[in-house]
């Protein structure tokens, strides 16, 4: 199941970026490019760092000793397990709302054709 899953997530990360880089080369709107950053490469560089947070946590699970940040902090009682996750969570999501601004506002406005310059 959870390779099933990864498969598909994969491959719509991978349509994304094709239709981006497909944007992209039609109106040369380098704000296609940067879209990229929030909507293909953050997740897949999560990735990683998922798998890390995924160890780290059932190791606290099983009472083992982890020295890495953050998990110092839930083996130290200043932060408990949930507070951890929620912590790592709202950061990922301002670090996607910042390149997403940064993208949206690097996208050129699109500006419609003159009415009377269409010829009939």
């Known amino acids: 199941m959870v390779l099933a899953l990864a498969v598909i997530t994969t491959a719509l990360y991978c349509a994304v970026a094709v239709l981006l880089v497909w944007k992209f080369r039609r109106t040369g709107d380098a ?8 909507l293909v ?13 995924e160890e780290g946590v059932d ?12 998990f110092t902090l839930v083996e130290q009682g200043r932060l408990t397990m ?3 996750l929620t912590l790592l969570d709202l950061a990922k ?6 390149l997403a ?3 949206v506002l ?3 406005p ?5 009415a009377s310059s269409i010829e009939d």
């Open 31 to 38: 704000g296609f490019l940067w879209l990229g950053l929030p």
């Open 106 to 108: 690097a996208l050129r």
């Open 101 to 103: 601004l940064v993208a």
């Open 110 to 114: 699109h500006r419609a054709k003159d």
């Open 59 to 70: 190791r606290l699970a099983l009472g083992e000793q982890i020295n890495a940040f953050p």
């Open 82 to 84: 949930g507070g951890l």
């Open 93 to 98: 999501h301002v670090l996607w709302g910042a």
């Open 41 to 53: 490469l953050l997740p897949f560089a999560a990735l990683p760092l998922a798998l890390w947070l």
